[in-house]
């Protein structure tokens, strides 16, 4: 292990370098600037499944770790402490998975600020590893609030018209869930004289069996665990604490949408699982039904209220909700296929969902609207193009074979097995299964089924205008066959929808390939996080009272 | 043979009429010039009566101060007059009655 | 058989290479050839299939469990305890599915070739096909529920591309087309909603969602077992995860035979029977969305607007009875759970007599084969809850049959409709281009302006003359889904009756009766409209244009129409429920049909077609036809003659050729004897349908203004229009579901969600807090209190400032005073001390 020791660093640090390079090339290369960006992501790709291959899978606690001291606070030393587990490498991958492709879209649809736009993606890429990779709270929350920053800029420059409302709210709403958990994290240190997790998490562990318990009294606890949760509530979004997000991605540029979707929001998640699961197991079995309910809630309100959407990004933003009340559910199902379900379905949600907004945006940029009624038949204009959205949209529904059936039905499975939730949670949660099927239909038909629509303006006027020259046409705009390269160009009007270009195919075809990997061989990413999971379930089962039972059940 | 003696007391008898003079002459004066000599009496007043005690005491420093107090006297001289003059020169009138622009 | 059976997994990846081939090279290759590729696949997959099945019959029926080779597992969590392969199963039973599925499939993909010629996204098409038969046969051959779940919601996905392939018609058709696909999938999850609910409950009572283990057998009736399905405990033998645990299937044997298990869900616990009874039903959620049946079947009749060789294959002869599939698969649950299997069979009459109400008044000749297949498929699932098994699977193969035959006939007749009005269209308006065989897809965009629906049979009439042989291969197909001895449809139907008569009087049942009565109606009915249809569309005189310029199909359509045809009449010979004796009267019968087809027909025909028109050309029997329906007669012949004359097959050789072949696999399967008076009974209302059916409708098809006889006579028209407005499902799903579903959803989206939660409660309750604290902070605070009593002090001091001014005259000599009594005044206060003393 020793000559892995540094490994976890580079990961971590290789965005900042990046940074550096992009720093240096001058003005006359900005050309330059985002090929270096790509290049410095996938680098951090290479290096995080170096990474991946160095993890060892039958180990439970943290590995490949790094420890130092950072800084002394009055008595308490802040450490630098890094490492990973089961969950957490996997969501390192994720990022740097994400990242390319963010990159990959944005390279030719974003023009201005080039240097500065590239910056805060890679600032955001470090900061996200390192709020998974941290193990010490305060690092934690420093690396928590950077990456606050890059995404604030990134929706607040790049977005849409109303960019600096949703950049504020979005800042101020998770600012605000930030400062509880900063008060419940000093308290944590003070009271356990150490910001280490582990030590923490040993300590607790050991107090568990003792008649005074880890924390002075229960209502301290449920402070505490509130502290978390809700900062935490506010990231994922659990309801009813989610009326940033639609805000936040309608209103960012698509590789902001792609990020937030695709790993900011597992932030929430991620520390739902690290520290209110793993500090508090006691007050997480406590209020594991409250939360399955906001969970469900959260779930079925999400998918309806997407269904009524009219804006495509706005139906896509709030499928998020939907699908992180599944994630939410299965880690508060407390069980071993709850919590692996809902790590797998994170990673889902990030390559769906991520897709899903890369789908958006290149409608987006082809048609410059949102509105899903200005679409219709684009399966006939770019069939290529819409192949791969349908399997982004059915993995996001979770068709079986793609990868978001894996994850929902691992979570359903555990949620109806466990010990806390039961089948009664299962059933709801298996409703909001065919809810999703009943807006991204929707959205599916609308927008790529039917008739074809010509943009009303453009086209049509032109259309009116030309001279009846091509034989069958009608003149009327309705018979485009851009697939057939017989496009309108010859009646002076411009195609709306150009084929797709290189780099928005191969974003595209790399998230269907990992739709299609992950959807038919998830066998090694629930090996990564077996061992860690097993320990997560193991220590919150001692904290069940009636366990006994539904540990037979496993048994057999 | 002892020289014969002025009784100090004369000395600061003296010095305390040209001091009061001097007071009475500032505050009932109305002209700069004559006022300013006023001032003049006052501290040759003071100086005669420095030179008196120095002598009762046989201390040189009274004389010195008094040295001193002619000096600077006499630049203040220099300057007060300097400033009579400007005065006159825009106010046409060394009038200290008419120089009330500091009344608040 | 182990050897052979390894190749399952070639059956159902050979469908998909067909489908990558297509999809990645398809723009490359000739119609031709993409038609040849996926037929192939299909084909080869049939074959494969079919050696299977003379693999496992020579090795005693015993199954198999395949594990592919390199997946070597799916759903493998051990910390969870989840271990779930994609492992495969052969068996009797998956053996049966996939010879039907391959079989019909690759005569129907033979179809397609001709159907779509011309269609702008032809390879996309077989794309879809092979995808489909590539789902359909991982539901048929997996080993574990979730693996039959995968091919479930795989072959509802391939259902939905299919009937929404038109997406882009003109004139609306193409969003119709379109909400028909959503429509279909969408029911069909909430049909999944059950199943999965169904794999939860399994795998928590279970541990396991294995069907069998590997090391498992099942028992024939009669040896000394009381469990179907025993586990053999194997020395040195493990099975996949251990060999202590056993499959679903045994494990509920075994409890039930131990009696009073009770199983722990984590927050509450239930008794077995209970959890049995919960499982099935939820099952049956499942199966109501896939088979179609109430409440779930609105999605069928909808499923129409995909070509007609995907009703054929898809919403006729294999997807939608996958439900019956599920239930006979299962048939160890459903036995453990009679109120279950009550329900079932509840649903299934139910279903079969409202969906053969309904056809009675459809106009859409797609239509009322579509709910003539709903109507069937709730005698199929009838036959299932009633515990038929075998009879449910029979007429699951004969109905896959006979109604693939139809829906080809159908197909067939639309597309020569479509030719004959583009022709009549051409003609009229002497533009030429007469005979080019279009773009199918685009037919309809040819821009001809009266809108013409060549689907209507008030369009068609005579076209039996204009088609001889759609026409004759439709006969056979209406008289066996009729019942009609001795086709097909007759011995699977009368099997039906047979077990829900035995289930009423021999076993005291109460649905049984209940099925008895209702599914004799239902038959009733079907006779009833399969004749209308035959009259209003092959009799009488053509009622349009497009249906007197009509021609035959071209022969990749209708060879696939006439080997149908022939298993169509020979079907029933799989499990005729006789004796020896009865195969002679069945072989003299079955060469008497025969001829009948050859030589009466002619005669026959102008018989139907009615006198008062004189038949002006004789249309000629084509005679590949006649080749084939000889040679397979001759075939039939010699295999019965085999069975009486070959010794080793003679005495005791049953003919329940099914039951025999299924018992291997589905425990709980009874054959039965044939119940002579049942079958005549059945027969008699099978032909009354007919008769009464060729009453009303003669002599003329239509009443006046293109009303139906039925609607034009007060006494029923009534019932007529309830049938032809579909007992209003639509309308009533639409007003209590659909649209509660879209008014909640745009006020949850809009009011709830929006205006209160993001813009009201969002500005007023944080925002406006905010700012009224702000403003609380500012003005209140900051400027009234902070403010104004810094304001307050500045202006004391500024009055006790004006009033010292008055000291400053501006005089010197009030300066020089007061500098003088201030040096008085410090003289005195020093001096003061001297002055005391």
């Not at chain 2, 030179?51 to 220099?78: D, K, P, S, Y």
């Not at chain 3, 592919?68 to 910390?79: A, E, F, H, Q, V």
């Amino acid at each position: 292990m020793e000559k892995n020791d540094m490994l976890i660093n580079i990961v971590l640090f290789s965005p900042l370098v990046g940074i550096a390079l992009l720093l240096i090339f001058g003005r006359a290369r900005e050309e330059r600037i985002k090929w270096v960006a790509l290049v410095s992501s996938l680098v951090t790709l290479a290096f995080s499944i170096i990474l991946l291959g160095a993890f060892d899978q039958s180990k439970a606690g943290m590995q490949l770790e790094n420890l130092g001291e950072w800084f002394r606070l009055g008595n308490y030393t802040v450490s630098y402490y890094v490492g990973v587990d089961g969950l957490s490498v996997l969501l390192v991958v994720l990022t740097a998975f994400i990242m390319p492709l963010a990159i990959l879209f944005s390279l030719y649809h974003v023009k201005d600020r080039v240097r500065l736009y590239y910056s805060f993606l890679l600032l955001l890429e470090f900061a996200m590893i390192g709020v998974f990779v941290a193990q010490d709270l305060f690092m934690f929350y420093v690396f928590w609030e950077v990456s606050l920053v890059p995404m604030y800029f990134l929706v607040g420059i790049w977005g849409s018209e109303q960019r600096i409302y949703a950049a504020v709210k979005f800042f101020l709403y998770t600012m605000a869930g930030s400062i509880l958990m900063l008060l419940a994290i000093l308290w944590m240190g003070n009271h356990f004289g150490t910001f280490n997790v582990m030590q923490i998490k040993a300590a607790i562990e050991a107090a568990a069996g003792t008649p005074e318990g880890a924390f002075p009294s229960a209502v301290t606890e449920l402070l505490l665990f509130l502290g978390f949760f809700i900062a935490f509530a506010i990231k994922v979004p659990i309801w009813p604490l989610h009326s940033w997000l639609p805000d936040a991605h309608v209103q960012a540029p698509t590789a902001g949408s792609v990020i937030l979707a695709g790993v900011l929001l597992k932030l929430g998640t991620y520390g739902l699982v690290r520290f209110n699961l793993g500090l508090f197991p006691q007050m997480s079995v406590t209020l594991a039904p409250i939360i399955g309910i906001l969970a469900i809630i959260g779930i079925i309100y999400g998918a309806w209220v997407s269904y009524a959407q009219t804006d495509v990004k706005k139906l896509v933003a709030y499928s998020s909700i939907s699908h992180l009340g599944f994630v939410v559910l299965g880690i508060f199902a407390l069980n071993a296929a709850g919590i692996s379900g809902a790590t797998l379905q994170m990673i889902n949600h990030g390559i769906s969902t991520g897709g899903l907004f890369l789908v958006v945006g290149m409608l987006y940029e082809r048609r410059h609207t949102k509105a899903i009624d200005a679409f219709g038949g684009v399966w006939k204009a770019l069939p290529v193009f819409s192949g791969l959205a349908l399997v982004i949209t059915l993995s996001s529904m979770g068709l079986p074979g793609l990868n978001g059936f894996v994850g929902e039905f691992t979570i359903l499975l555990g949620t109806a097995g466990s010990p806390v939730l039961g089948l009664g949670f299962a059933f709801f949660g298996t409703i909001g299964v065919i809810l999703a099927a009943v807006y991204l239909l929707y959205m599916w038909n609308k927008v790529f089924m039917g008739e074809y629509k010509a943009p009303a303006a453009a086209a049509h006027g032109d259309f009116a205008l030309a001279p009846a020259t091509g034989g069958g046409h009608e003149g009327d705009g309705e018979d485009v066959h851009a697939d057939h390269g017989h496009d309108d160009h010859g009646h002076g009007g411009e195609n709306p929808y150009p084929p797709l270009m290189w780099n928005e195919v191969t974003a595209l075809v790399v998230v269907v390939v990992a739709a299609f990997v992950i959807g038919l061989y998830p066998r090694p990413f629930f090996g990564y996080m077996d061992a860690s999971t097993n320990a997560a379930a193991a220590e919150l089962s001692r904290y069940i009272p009636n366990q006994a039972a539904s540990e037979n059940i496993q048994a057999e | 043979m002892q020289p014969p003696t002025v009784a100090t007391e004369y000395f600061v008898v003296l010095s305390a009429v040209l001091f009061i003079m001097g007071v009475l002459g500032v505050l009932v004066r109305r002209n700069a010039i004559m006022i300013f000599m006023s001032v003049e009496l006052m501290l040759n007043a003071a100086n005669l009566a420095l030179v008196a005690f120095a002598r009762q005491w046989g201390n040189a420093g009274g004389q010195l101060t008094v040295f001193f107090v002619i000096t600077i006297a006499a630049a203040e001289v220099a300057v007060g007059l300097a400033l009579i003059v400007a005065i006159f020169r825009t106010k046409k009138s060394i009038d200290i009655d008419e120089l009330n622009a500091m009344q608040g | 058989m182990e050897v052979i059976a390894s190749f399952v997994p070639l059956v159902v990846i050979l469908p998909f290479v067909g489908a990558l081939i297509n999809l990645f090279l398809g723009r490359y290759m000739s119609e031709k050839l993409i038609g040849a590729v996926a037929t192939t696949a299909a084909g080869l997959a049939f074959a494969i299939a079919a050696v299977m099945t003379i693999g496992i019959t020579a090795h005693g029926y015993e199954a198999t469990v395949v594990n592919p080779p390199l997946l070597d597992s799916w759903l493998y969590i051990p910390s969870a305890a989840i271990d779930i392969p994609w492992q495969m199963r052969v068996d009797t039973l998956s053996l049966t599915m996939m010879l039907v599925v391959t079989g019909v499939g690759t005569l129907i993909h033979l179809y397609a070739i001709g159907y779509m010629h011309g269609d702008s996204r032809f390879a996309r098409f077989f794309v879809y096909l092979n995808l489909f038969l590539a789902f359909m046969l991982i539901l048929v051959t997996g080993n574990n529920f979730l693996m039959m779940f995968v091919g479930w919601e795989g072959v509802g996905l391939c259902s939905f591309l299919l009937i929404g392939f038109w997406f882009d018609k003109k004139h609306g058709e193409g969003w119709k087309n379109s909400n028909a696909a959503r429509k279909a999938f969408i029911v069909n999850r909430v049909g999944d909603f059950g199943l999965l609910m169904a794999i939860f409950l399994i795998f928590w009572t279970f541990g396991t969602l294995d069907y069998y283990k590997p090391n498992e057998v099942l028992h024939l009736e009669g040896e000394p077992h009381s469990a179907a399905v025993d586990t053999l405990i194997r020395a040195g033998e493990g099975g996949h995860g251990g060999s202590s645990q056993k499959g679903v299937f045994a494990q509920t044997e075994a409890w039930l035979a131990e009696g009073g298990h009770i199983v722990s869900f984590g927050v509450f616990e239930l008794p077995f029977e209970t959890v049995i009874t919960l499982i099935t039903l939820f099952m049956l959620i499942g199966v109501t969305g896939k088979s179609a049946q109430i409440p779930l079947f609105v999605w069928l009749p909808d499923a129409m607007a995909g070509p007609t060789p995907v009703s054929a294959l898809i919403h006729a002869a294999t997807m939608v009875t996958a439900g019956v599939y599920l239930i006979t698969r299962t048939s160890v649950l459903y036995h453990a759970a009679p109120l279950s299997s009550a329900i079932v069979t509840i649903i299934g009459i139910a279903t079969a007599l409202m969906a053969g109400f309904i056809a009675l008044g459809q106009w859409d000749i797609k239509k009322v084969l579509a709910y003539s297949t709903v109507s069937q498929l709730g005698f199929m699932v009838a036959a299932v809850g009633l515990g038929g098994y075998a009879a449910g699977m029979f007429h699951l193969i004969t109905h896959a049959f006979f109604k693939a035959l139809l829906f080809l006939g159908s197909g067939s007749v639309i597309h020569a409709m479509e030719h004959g009005h583009h022709h009549a269209h051409a003609h009229g308006h002497a533009e030429g281009d007469s005979h080019g065989h279009d773009d199918h897809g685009e037919q309809a965009d040819h821009g001809h302006d009266e809108a013409f629906d060549p689907q209507d049979m008030r369009n068609m009439g005579g076209l039996a003359r204009r088609m001889p042989i759609t026409f004759v291969t439709y006969l056979i197909g209406t008289l066996a889904l009729a019942g009609i001895f001795p086709l097909a449809g007759f011995w699977s139907k009368d099997e039906i009756l047979g077990k829900a008569f035995n289930a009423g009087f021999n076993d005291g049942k109460i649905e049984g009766f209940l099925a008895l009565g209702v599914l004799m109606v239902a038959a009733g009915f079907t006779a009833f409209y399969m004749w209308r249809q035959i009259k209003l569309v092959f009799l009488g005189v053509p009622r349009t244009e497009a249906a007197a310029a009509a021609p035959e199909s071209s022969p990749s359509m209708t060879i696939p129409l006439l080997v149908l045809a022939a298993l169509t009449i020979f079907g029933g010979a799989l499990n005729v429920p006789l004796g020896v004796s009865g195969v002679l009267v069945l072989g003299v019968l079955f060469i008497m049909a025969g001829f009948w087809l050859l030589w009466a027909l002619p005669g026959v025909r102008l018989f139907f077609i009615g006198r008062a028109e004189p038949v002006t050309s004789q249309p000629t029997v084509n005679p590949i036809f006649r080749l084939i329906v000889l040679a397979s007669s001759a075939a039939f012949i010699l295999s019965g003659a085999a069975i009486m004359f070959v010794p080793s097959l003679g005495a005791s050789y049953q003919l329940e050729v099914l039951v025999l072949w299924l018992e291997h696999s589905v425990p709980y399967t009874k054959g039965l004897t044939l119940n002579p008076i049942l079958a005549i009974v059945a027969l008699s209302v099978g032909i009354a349908g007919i008769l009464l059916a060729q009453r009303v409708y003669s002599p003329s098809a239509l009443a006046e203004g293109n009303q139906d006889i039925l609607e034009a006579q007060p006494s029923t028209r009534a019932a007529f229009r309830l049938s032809n407005a579909k007992l209003y499902w639509d309308e009533t799903y639409g007003r209590f579901i659909e649209q509660p579903y879209n008014r909640a959803a745009a006020w949850l989206a809009n009011k709830l969600d929006w205006e209160f939660w993001h813009d009201r409660f969002h500005h007023t309750v944080f925002r406006d807090f905010y700012k009224r604290a702000a403003d609380f902070i500012a003005t209140p605070v900051d400027r009234g209190a902070i403010d104004q009593g810094f304001l307050r002090i500045a202006r004391g001091v500024a009055q006790i400032a004006a009033r010292l001014r008055g000291v400053q005259t501006g005089y010197v000599r009030t300066y020089v005073f007061t500098m003088l009594f201030g040096v008085v005044l410090v003289m005195l206060i020093l001096l003061l001390p001297l002055l005391r003393q």
